[in-house]
């Protein structure tokens, strides 16, 4: 039987309390499938971890998690812990050193998710946005000068390499291949003529061995703006660090809510541990009090199964939450409902107990 | 009486027509008003002009705008002129060559205009966003090292200089504090760790001088998710050059569409002059049939005349505009009428007429 070992890094605020509804409805799968089994180790680490030590994870802490199938982290922020202390120390860390360079994030509205948009069907809404997760604008390079003078210049420099930026793209027709579904790339090379201009050529360089795949370009204002205007034109997008940072938060809006929304942090190779997370934040004003919407962190399980190749499964989480969503009875706050965190873990692992 | 000398250029695609009933629009204001006349100059630029000459512009074509009391641009961009050159070469010199460091685009939904989001009353869209205009992430600073081979890195830098940041900063803070609204800076510190820091530094800091504004601060990923969620959070925004481009085609998305979108290249000093543009691209395959809509560049109209200080007739424009919204027998194909281009100009002219 196989056996998938899962680290689990619950983070801070709302984060301890999503993951253990993850973990509850990832512990069900195993037991029905009867074809794996999963362990769970935790890490105690993010911003308590910080203020008592110095440091957001321990020393070896990347050693310690290589030997896992996944991480699973829950959310890292403090509201006294500055962010790019925080995220550089812990989920940045991570990504960058786990060349987890792909970040796969759905933007599928399920059926009984709440949409804010007049005038779109519920399967206009059904992309999935691939973004460069390892360099680009977040390679974190840059100065200070002359600080704390008049004459102060900040500098922040985007790094994109042939080969980070290829193999996103690659991954990106190559997923569109598979699903048989229109490509777009979204950059600004009408006014970031390195970077983008660079991204384009590449864009079109690749898909020279995708005849195949039908291809768009967006500029990213445009893009943000037909998010809203007309979801249905995007299926399969490939997209930077930053643009696709902002476009799958706007991406999330559109689909049901942050409550709803996940993302995968791969490394394809698996020569590194993936990581899977809600791509909420911690919300520490909510924190602890059982109000928080643990689906995104399901839906996280469901694409850690997806990696895995427990398709199968996979799948089913999503068909499980979606029969929450329609059914409405479990629902938490931010859904409109009163269910409190626990109850729609449970919610979802009786359904998945129903459906086989 | 006064005289304002006007710039016009009308440039690619739809420019010249829309500017055209601008133009009219203008016209009949100062005949309605009485106090001041207006006068046109017109410059063929743009990339009929760049596949002729190889230049977008006359090479002392700056010079030749200096002494001008604003500059009145169509639209930049033709599908085989690179967007990089057309733009650099005009729309984005002129931004940068004036020093039009603040670029200022309502996000306000008018009364009869379409609103793609649900459960968002009329008045909860009703911002206007201040950009940086003149540097950061479109300093145009950059390299592509080892070009061409499989070891390639494009670098594109941002500049941020302290100058630059407090000025818009502190132009955003003046404007909140004379309107009584909320100031809502937009940045990135979580993730860009040397140009949005400095920029949520110079937030706070410039803040001091201003303990009667109420702020606010978002990441630039939670400010577009709220733009659709909850429009009424924003009232002053300011923001980065990047990121205020990106916002405000959003923007332009849940206020009624790019068809109603204007921006105005401000050099607030006036020390030269300051530009005026419906924010829309040149739209190649509409353009020369009558189905463009003017009322983006109507409405930069308005922010001309608002910028000159007369504001009694930027606000009638916009009340016209409401009107015809309202009444809805003129409107362009894009918000669902039959009218040409020139009808909606003609009746913009003729609500004005009876409004006084
Ligand atoms: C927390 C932050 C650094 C992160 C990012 O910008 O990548 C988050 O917004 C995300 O999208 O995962
Ligand atoms: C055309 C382009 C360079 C420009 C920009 O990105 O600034 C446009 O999108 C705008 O917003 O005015």
Chains 1, 2 share one sequence.
Not at 25 to 49: D, H, I, K, M, N
Not at 228 to 237: G, L, T, Y
């Amino acid at each position: 039987m196989k056996q998938y070992h899962v680290a689990v890094i619950a983070g801070d605020g709302i984060g301890p309390e999503v993951l253990t509804e993850g973990r509850k409805v990832l512990r069900a799968v195993a037991q029905l499938a009867g074809t794996f089994s999963v362990s769970f180790t935790e890490f105690p680490w993010g911003c308590e971890y910080y203020l008592k030590t110095g440091c957001m994870m321990e020393e070896d802490g990347m050693e310690k998690l290589k030997g896992f199938d996944a991480i699973y982290l829950g959310a890292v922020g403090y509201p006294d812990v500055p962010d790019h202390v925080s995220l550089g120390g812990l989920l940045l860390k991570i990504r960058r050193g786990f060349d987890e360079y792909i970040n796969l994030r759905p933007v599928h509205l399920l059926e009984g998710a709440p949409c804010p948009l007049k005038d779109v069907a519920r399967e206009d809404i059904d992309m999935i946005v691939v973004r460069e997760n390892s360099e680009g604008e977040y390679a974190n390079v840059g100065a200070r000068l002359y600080q704390g003078t008049p004459e102060e210049i900040a500098l922040q420099t985007g790094v994109f390499s042939r080969r980070g930026t290829e193999r996103v793209i690659r991954y990106a027709y190559d997923l569109a291949r598979r699903e048989k579904k229109t490509l777009t790339s979204i950059s600004k090379g009408n006014a970031l003529g390195y970077s983008m201009v660079f991204w384009d050529e590449i864009f079109r360089e690749v898909g020279e061995d995708y005849p195949d795949v039908e291809t768009h370009s967006y500029l990213v204002d445009a893009a943000s703006m037909f998010f809203v205007k007309d979801p249905k034109r995007f299926e399969v997008v490939v997209t930077s660090n930053l643009f696709g940072d902002i476009l799958t938060d706007l991406g999330a809006a559109i689909a049901g809510g942050m409550g709803l929304a996940a993302g995968a942090n791969l490394n394809p190779e698996r020569r590194f541990p993936s990581m899977f997370e809600p791509i909420h934040g911690s919300a520490p004003d909510i924190a602890g009090q059982g109000l928080a919407n643990p689906l995104a962190a399901i839906w996280s399980i469901s694409q850690m199964l997806d990696f895995w190749e427990e398709r199968v499964w996979a799948k089913k989480i999503l068909c499980a939450m979606e029969r929450l969503l329609v059914e409405k009875n479990t629902l938490t706050p931010d859904l409109g409902g009163t269910a409190r965190t626990t109850d729609v873990g449970d919610a979802v692992v009786r359904l998945l107990e129903e459906s086989v």
